[in-house]
């Protein structure tokens, strides 16, 4: 049974950093993206950053773009968010989510395998 647990989500002032975790298990995630979406309260989930997991590409938002890196650690099946420069609209539900690699990354719809969500909340 495959689980992605994050963690790391906090409360944190604006221009402050946090650091998200997400440790997959229950399989082997070589040919898989795995993606970081959040959800602030009465929107949309929305695609935050996504990496291949065997070959590390890359991908991020717009609005993050610069301020977050997203990274894994093979040795430890855990992919991470670096989150620096955080701004108030920043403030969300954090979820990773896992999925086969295709042509596309940044659909929600598309992830089948969820995290439980971490808090990020920024303070003004």
């Known amino acids: 049974q495959v689980q992605l647990v994050e963690s790391g989500g906090g409360l944190v002032q604006a221009g402050g950093s946090l650091r998200l975790s997400c440790v997959a298990s229950g399989r082997t995630f070589n040919s898989y993206v795995i993606g970081w979406f959040r959800q602030a309260p009465g929107k949309e989930r929305e695609f935050v950053a996504a990496i291949s997991w065997s070959g590390g590409s890359t991908h991020y938002a717009d609005s993050v773009k610069g301020r977050f890196t997203i990274s894994t650690d093979n040795a430890k099946n855990t992919v991470y968010l670096q989150m620096n420069s955080l701004k108030p609209e920043d403030t969300a539900v954090y979820y990773c989510?896992?999925?086969?690699?295709?042509?596309?990354?940044?659909?929600?719809?598309?992830?089948?395998?969820w995290g439980q969500g971490t808090q990020v909340t920024v303070s003004s």
């Open positions: 989510a896992g999925k086969i690699a295709g042509r596309t990354i940044s659909f929600a719809r598309e992830y089948y395998y």
